[in-house]
T-cell receptor
Framework: DVKVTQSSRYLVKRTGEKVFLECVQD?????MFWYRQDPGLGLRLIYF???????EKGDIPEGYSVSREKKERFSLILESASTNQTSMYLC?????????????FGDGTRLSIL | AQSVTQLGSHVSVSEGALVLLRCNYS??????LFWYVQYPNQGLQLLLK??????LVKGINGFEAEFKKSETSFHLTKPSAHMSDAAEYFC????????????FGIGTKLQVIP
């Protein structure tokens, strides 16, 4: 079974802090994704990566950056946290087939910015 | 561009009753369609997927969905609801040719009444 592990289930940070969310997958997947989930808005794609050191902006990249130095690890960085970034963050991974492969999700990190 | 619309952000059914969760999609090319389930404080898990092999797709936990091109729909059904089905359900669409970018609906919360 694919395992996607997010380093923290709950995180509380202060406005202006630099925040790192870590995600590791154990199935050698090329694609990795970061989403945020908000009530009434569903899942919105922040960034995705299709290979080591490669990244593409999703629908809401402002205020975020990512890092993928190793295939199994994909980090989301909040450069200067703000209260409107309080949310549930979900990491996912998938194989690089052309669209018919499901994404495998971690359990999420619930981030609160005070 | 692809999109998906889930009708009804909250659905309540009695235990043992039919479950029907609605999803309509928009896509300029043949789509791949997915249903995911999210239990409280967990990530998303794949319930089933449509990849053009068969229009009626069976998934886990007794769920199934039917792809209807003429109606651009992919509704999720289960003949008899169980208390353990209470969760949030997401419909999603992707297409061939990209980096497997998936567009998610806003989700439908299913409540099962004893």
């Amino acid at each position: 079974d694919v395992k996607v592990t997010q380093s923290s289930r709950y995180l509380v940070k202060r406005t202006g802090e630099k925040v790192f969310l870590e995600c590791v997958q154990d199935m050698d997947h090329e694609n990795m994704f970061w989403y945020r989930q908000d009530p009434g808005l569903g899942l919105r794609l922040i960034y995705f990566s299709y290979d080591v050191k490669m990244k593409e902006k999703g629908d809401i990249p402002e205020g975020y950056s990512v890092s993928r130095e190793k295939k199994e690890r994909f980090s989301l960085i909040l450069e200067s946290a703000s209260t409107n970034q309080t949310s549930m963050y979900l990491c996912a991974s998938s194989t690089p087939r052309v669209g018919d492969q499901p994404q495998h999700f971690g359990d999420g990190t619930r981030l609160s910015i005070l | 561009a692809q999109s998906v619309t889930q009708l009804g952000s909250h659905v309540s059914v009695s235990e043992g009753a039919l479950v029907l969760l609605r999803c309509n999609y928009s896509s300029s090319v043949p789509p791949y369609l997915f249903w995911y389930v999210q239990y409280p404080n967990q990530g998303l898990q794949l319930l089933l997927k449509y990849t053009s092999a068969a229009t009626l797709v069976k998934g886990i936990n007794g769920f199934e969905a039917e792809f209807k091109k003429s109606e651009t729909s992919f509704h999720l059904t289960k003949p008899s609801a169980h208390m353990s089905d209470a969760a949030e359900y997401f419909c999603a669409v992707s297409v061939a040719g990209g980096y497997q970018k998936v567009t998610f609906g806003i989700g439908t919360k299913l409540q099962v009444i004893p």
